[in-house]
């Protein structure tokens, strides 16, 4: 495979997955310049889960690539920097954190294997980068907070704590899968406002699967609608809204809400 010079941070050419026979992707490719957002936005089983997995390097898809500044990824096995670069965040924080770990041990986990404070930080080092990211993710600088299990916290709290954990490594590309689905909606709102920020402030490149066209339009740059493991459009958002083209695009587009989040955190 050649090397190709592309502004493109992220790229997925051609993937596709197979679960048994059942083609869950097929052949779907994207490039994600810096800084930008992706929505990849489908129905329920559209394979939008499963692109996520193949991006964050989860699953391994049975053909394509996937590609970080310009060089193939391997499918699975990344290397520990590569793994650093790509960070997800999951629909569900219940699952994703592990209820027997402090906010601390959760938060440093990452730091300490990715050296991304050097070789041997101290207590002291981790939990001032620790609080660092707590206030990033709007959860305050209380130490108090590092003690405490994620059973302490509300939901959408616990998915602050699962977008500071994503954070602390420093990656260049952000994958949240459905990270509002899971919440009470009077939080969505604050969490979608909270990427955007984060975005903004450390020039994150999102990618945001979400069933919900009008939470893709507000957060993303770019929306690809996908439909039974196929891209079926790929456009910028306003170029969607003005014209979705195929029917079910603009099926998902007159059913999609009107999201709004803060003034100026787009783009
Ligand atoms: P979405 O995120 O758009 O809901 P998914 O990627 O989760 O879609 O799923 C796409 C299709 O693949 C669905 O039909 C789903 O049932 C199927 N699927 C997902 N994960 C698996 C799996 N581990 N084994 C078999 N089929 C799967």
Redesign the pocket.
């Given at each position: 495979m050649t090397r190709h010079a592309s502004s493109a941070l992220f790229e997925m050419r051609g993937i596709t997955?197979h679960?048994?026979g059942?083609t869950?992707?097929d052949h779907v490719s994207l490039s994600l310049p810096k800084g930008r957002a992706i929505g990849i936005v489908?129905?329920?089983?559209?394979?939008?889960?499963?692109?996520?997995?193949v991006a964050a390097g989860l699953i391994a898809p049975a053909e394509g690539q996937v590609l970080l500044a310009g060089q193939p990824l391997a499918p699975i096995r990344r290397t520990r920097e590569q793994r650093r670069r790509v960070q997800m965040v999951f629909q569900n924080p219940d699952s994703s954190l592990n209820p027997s770990h402090s906010v601390y041990r959760i938060l440093s986990e990452g730091m300490l294997l990715h050296h991304t404070l050097g070789s041997r930080p101290s207590r002291e080092v981790i939990t001032r980068r620790c609080l660092e990211l707590l206030r990033m993710v709007g959860l305050g600088e209380s130490a108090g907070i590092l003690s405490r299990r994620p059973q302490a916290f509300s939901g959408g709290q616990r998915q602050r704590i699962a977008i500071a954990r994503a954070l602390a490594v420093n990656p260049d590309v952000l994958v949240a899968?459905?990270p509002t689905s899971a919440l009470d909606v009077s939080v969505q709102h604050e969490i979608l406002d909270l990427l955007a920020e984060l975005r903004q402030t450390n020039g994150l490149s999102l990618m945001l699967?979400t069933?919900d066209l009008g939470v893709a339009n507000a957060l993303c740059d770019d929306i690809m609608v996908?439909r039974g493991?196929r891209s079926v459009v790929h456009k910028s958002t306003e170029g969607l809204f003005a014209d979705p083209g195929p029917q079910y695009a603009q099926d998902l587009l007159a059913a999609a809400r009107s999201v709004s989040i803060a003034p100026g955190m787009r783009g």
């Open positions: 997955v679960y048994g059942f869950a992707v489908g129905e329920s089983g559209a394979g939008k889960s499963t692109l996520a997995r899968d459905e699967i069933h996908m493991g």
